[in-house]
């Protein structure tokens, strides 16, 4: 098993930036990459950002792209979702997740789950 937990979260203003963390613990070498994932009011959880533990290389959905960095630190089995240029459509719960397998973009590519932190950006 692998557990997670989210911290970081909150109500920032358009344009602020907040910084996300999901510590890892268990058995994380049973897992080669972390994303993270979203879920907007009344929509479905979607992709945003994985970042693979071996060699931290990084992928973004086109939403996030140039506003939010992904990275890791291996010794603290800690990932990191930097978001800058906050929008309203940013608004959402943040899920951390870990999995193995080349599908990176879907949820059931990953078998572990953290309980989410709400971002809220207000205008």
């Known amino acids: 098993q692998v557990q997670l937990v989210e911290s970081g979260g909150g109500l920032v203003q358009i344009g602020d930036s907040l910084r996300l963390s999901c510590a890892a613990s268990?058995?994380?070498?049973?897992?080669?990459?972390m994303g993270w994932f979203r879920r907007a009011p009344g929509k479905v959880r979607e992709f945003v950002a994985v970042?693979?533990?071996?060699?931290?290389?990084?992928s973004y959905a086109d939403s996030v792209k140039g506003r939010f960095t992904i990275s890791r630190d291996n010794a603290k089995n800690t990932v990191y979702l930097q978001m800058n240029s906050l929008k309203p459509d940013d608004t959402a719960v943040y899920y951390c997740?870990?999995?193995?397998?080349?599908?990176?973009?879907?949820?059931?590519?990953?078998?572990?789950w953290g309980q989410g932190t709400q971002v809220t950006v207000s205008s």
């Open positions: 970042v693979w533990w071996s060699d931290g290389n990084p």
């Open positions: 268990g058995r994380t070498l049973t897992t080669n990459r």
């Open positions: 997740a870990a999995g193995r397998g080349p599908l990176y973009y879907l949820e059931r590519e990953y078998d572990y």
